[in-house]
């Protein structure tokens, strides 16, 4: 096993020095990279119409500054309006066809139901590309991103924080209709950060004493009686939207990476409860699901939910300055689930299909509103900023907010990526057929 490790390592470098040859062809007239870092955070479904109301009233500063020093507007999504499929399509430039990861969970030709994994991602993320190039990333909490990639720098896998993988396998459970215990699991005794060292720091991260923002868990006080527990469960994911912060914090105040990455998933399952509460697009929930005392506690919450995510923009901002490249984006939004429908807030229609995306930095045209930009453009527009070529296989291009002029490249996907982390079956395997085929393996 450590040889193969070994040998590996040596292989990658060998090609990360061949990639960065080919881009100094591939990149020749791309060098125009204004020089600063990138910050993305993912917010997932944060709703453009909650947004944008939010914002006429003053709610949100953060999100505010970056409108105002930049640009903000609707990022498109893709049908079925499911996050793991987004946010890789985002990581990738490319569709979910092309980059496989379908959904969170699916059922394989013998008949074992199983979790997605980032083993099933078929092409690099911007992180992979990033690195090979020399560049240092850190990627935290990002969908999809179990088991860790060896980048060069930090990843945090999105099955790192405590109570993740439970709510995976829950949510697996609903989608594939099976028993959790039935459903195997990426990680149940795998790694969860490269390189290692991380994990335990990482841990030590969630038992921070003082509030990180000055805007407290929106669930701190449960209300008594019924909605007791579910409040509970909330706070305990508000809690880990801040302790995934704490992680980026840290990394950055580290690494100060060239490229970094953090995903939050708070808003999306407050959302999922209580946005009829906000009744933005249709009419009020039916009497007998939301009686009229507890609605106007929903909507305070997810108001709430909505200012403590813009005020962990706000932290993860104040290490970035005017010359990095910041994007905050969101995969999709939401609506009132349709009559009939148990759930309470869903994304399935176009009602729901558009994010947000708020960018600023060198050249975005402050004040100005994006348009015509899709989830597919995230990886495009980071690998343009780095001026690094923009796969001519991607389904994504460079967001017209960015003044750069970018080289191309057939394709990245040749470039390997390889997992860390002990349990997994048939990473080495896809990792030494794909170096067979490149050459380097006899
Ligand atoms: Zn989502």
Redesign the pocket.
């Known amino acids: 096993m450590q040889r193969f490790g070994t040998r590996i390592r040596r292989r990658t470098s060998r090609w990360a020095l061949l990639v960065a040859a080919g881009c100094s062809v591939a990149c020749s007239e791309a060098a125009q990279r204004p020089g600063g870092r990138a910050l993305v955070i993912g917010i997932?479904?944060m709703s453009p119409v909650l947004v944008e109301r939010m914002l006429r009233e003053g709610e949100l500063p953060h999100l505010a500054e970056l409108a105002e020093r930049g640009s903000w507007g609707r990022l498109r999504s893709l049908k079925p309006i499911l996050?793991p499929r987004?946010w890789t399509s985002m990581a990738t430039g490319k569709l979910p066809a092309e980059h496989g990861i379908e959904h969170f969970a699916r059922i394989d030709a013998d008949g074992t139901p199983r979790l997605y994994s980032s083993l099933d991602r078929r092409v690099p993320a911007v992180w992979n590309i990033a690195s090979s190039a020399g560049f240092s990333v850190g990627v935290v909490n990002w969908l999809m991103t179990h088991p860790p990639e060896r980048v060069r720098g930090v990843m945090i896998s999105d099955h790192a924080a405590p109570g993740a993988l439970a709510g995976r396998l829950g949510l697996a459970a609903g989608v594939l209709k099976t028993p959790q215990k039935k459903i195997e699991g990426a990680s149940r005794e795998a790694v969860f950060t490269h390189p290692a060292a991380w994990a335990e720091r990482f841990t030590a991260l969630g038992t921070a004493a003082s509030p990180l923002t000055k805007v407290p868990n929106p669930f701190a006080a449960p209300p008594p009686g019924k909605g007791r527990l579910l409040w509970e469960r909330l706070a305990n994911i508000a809690a880990r939207d801040e302790h995934v912060v704490r992680a980026a914090l840290e990394i950055d105040a580290e690494l100060r990476p060239d490229l970094l990455l953090v995903y939050v998933n708070g808003v999306?399952a407050v959302s999922h409860f209580f946005w009829p509460s906000v009744a933005l697009d249709g009419p009020d929930p039916p009497a007998h699901r939301q009686p009229a005392a507890p609605l106007a506690r929903q909507r305070a919450a997810l108001y709430a939910t909505y200012r403590f995510a813009d005020a962990l923009v706000g932290v993860l901002l104040r290490g970035f300055g005017t010359q990095d490249l910041v994007l905050v984006v969101s995969?999709?939004g939401f609506e009132n689930a349709r009559p009939g429908d148990p759930s309470s807030g869903v994304?399935v229609t176009e009602q729901a299909i558009d994010g947000i995306v708020f960018a600023a930095g060198p050249g975005v045209p402050s004040g100005g509103q994006v348009r015509n930009m899709s989830v597919t453009d995230i990886a495009p527009t980071l690998l343009a900023w780095l001026g690094l070529a923009v796969g001519s296989d991607m389904s994504g291009r460079v967001a017209d907010f960015l003044p750069i002029e970018t080289g191309r490249i057939r394709s990245w996907d040749d470039l390997p990526v390889e997992h860390v982390g002990g349990k997994e079956s048939g990473a080495e395997d896809v990792i030494v057929e794909q170096l067979r085929a490149l050459g380097y393996l006899e």
Do not use: A, K, R
């Open positions: 997932d479904g996050s987004i999306d995969d999709h994304h």
